[in-house]
């Protein structure tokens, strides 16, 4: 097993190196089995029954919005692959229990020609992640298009795994949702009905197998600030957001982490959190590029974003937890 894993590495290293990296769109797509995880709707690494179990706290990392080709219109991508080989070294330094990447891994569609070659950097920078830290990836609305499709969710598919699922980590269990189909699921309607009779389920499971907490990952925030604001471009649409939230507070989910505003936000729906997190990639605003740290203990968890210049060199999960 390490020995296929160091040769596929390899072979990713080796047919996604090129001398200038912005342009050949014909770098080949090798997909690395830390990529395959996300699979049959749950996340393979994590042995279901074992992480049902609470051990002990831990910490895990949330980027957001790597967007391979933003800073340049899809032209090339040095900046942000420099940013994420910088959010690669405090990942491989800090050691969390796990990485999520909460969507727009790339900049370019699948249907656009640049795609391949800002998926295949993806891979590569982020194939260096030491091999025993998992990383989850989230699709996003550039990942899948802003109308989504059975054909751009296979093509997301193909190289990140299944677009929702679920997986339990050390007691917590951890929902990822497609919120393109919530954003906009004219494209696939079949989509959002399965993975909103999937959800039902997932929540009903996690409550009677007593979850430590229950939290939810996607790509677009459900609002920004406030639970009923006006429907707008970064936000899910009233019409889907209004009965989504009311089931997430029943179930008593503690919080949804989301992308897509390239700067943080930070809401609440009655005891649920709503944490929009700035992105890996190009900032929108006044947060710099970074990623959140989130610690979570028994009872509680607490999460902060830190700029990429101004992360801590460890982090102390034996400090006491805020009520
Ligand atoms: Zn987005």
């Given amino acids: 097993m390490r020995f296929s894993q160091t040769a596929i590495l390899f072979f990713v290293t080796f047919a996604t190196c090129v001398p200038n990296a912005s342009g050949a769109d014909e770098i080949p797509v090798v997909v690395d089995e830390r990529f ?4 049959n709707r749950t996340f393979k ?22 967007q391979y080709g933003m800073f340049t219109g899809n032209k090339g991508f040095e900046k942000e692959a420099a940013l994420t080989q910088q959010a690669v070294e405090h990942i ?12 727009d891994l790339t900049n370019a569609e699948p249907k656009h020609a640049r795609y391949r070659a800002q998926v295949a950097q993806y891979h590569q920078d982020f194939s260096k992640v030491d091999s025993e830290i998992p990383l989850v990836c989230v699709c996003g609305n550039h990942d899948i298009g802003n109308r989504p499709t059975p054909k751009s969710i ?5 190289n990140f795994g299944d677009d929702y699922f679920s997986f339990w980590v050390n007691g917590v269990c951890n929902i990822v949702l497609n919120s393109s189909v919530l954003k906009d699921p004219t494209g696939a309607p079949d989509v959002l009905a ?8 997932q929540l009903r499971d ?37 009965s989504l939230l009311d089931q997430l507070k029943q179930a008593e989910v503690r919080a949804v982490f989301a992308g897509h505003y390239h700067r943080n936000a930070y809401g609440r729906a009655g005891a649920m959190e709503m944490i929009t997190t700035g992105p890996v990639g190009r900032p ?3 947060d710099p590029s970074g990623f959140r740290i989130v610690t979570v203990h028994e009872k509680n968890i607490q999460h902060k974003y830190y700029g990429m210049d101004d992360v801590p060199e460890k982090i102390d999960l034996t400090k006491p937890a805020k009520p």
């Fill in 36 to 39: 395959t995880q996300a699979e």
């Fill in 45 to 66: 690494t994590f042995d279901p029954q074992l992480e049902q179990t609470w051990k002990h706290p831990f910490f895990f990392m949330q980027l957001a919005d790597t």
């Fill in 92 to 103: 491989n330094r800090l050691r969390p229990r796990f990485v999520i990447v909460c969507g």
């Fill in 154 to 158: 296979a093509s997301y598919q193909e």
């Fill in 194 to 201: 399965a993975q909103q009779t999937w959800l039902d389920q």
């Fill in 206 to 242: 996690a409550q009677d197998a007593k979850a430590k907490h229950i939290l939810l990952f996607q790509h677009h925030p459900l609002f920004l600030a406030k639970e009923d604001e006006p429907d707008q471009y970064f936000n899910i649409p009233l019409e889907r957001r209004t």
């Fill in 284 to 286: 929108l605003g006044k």
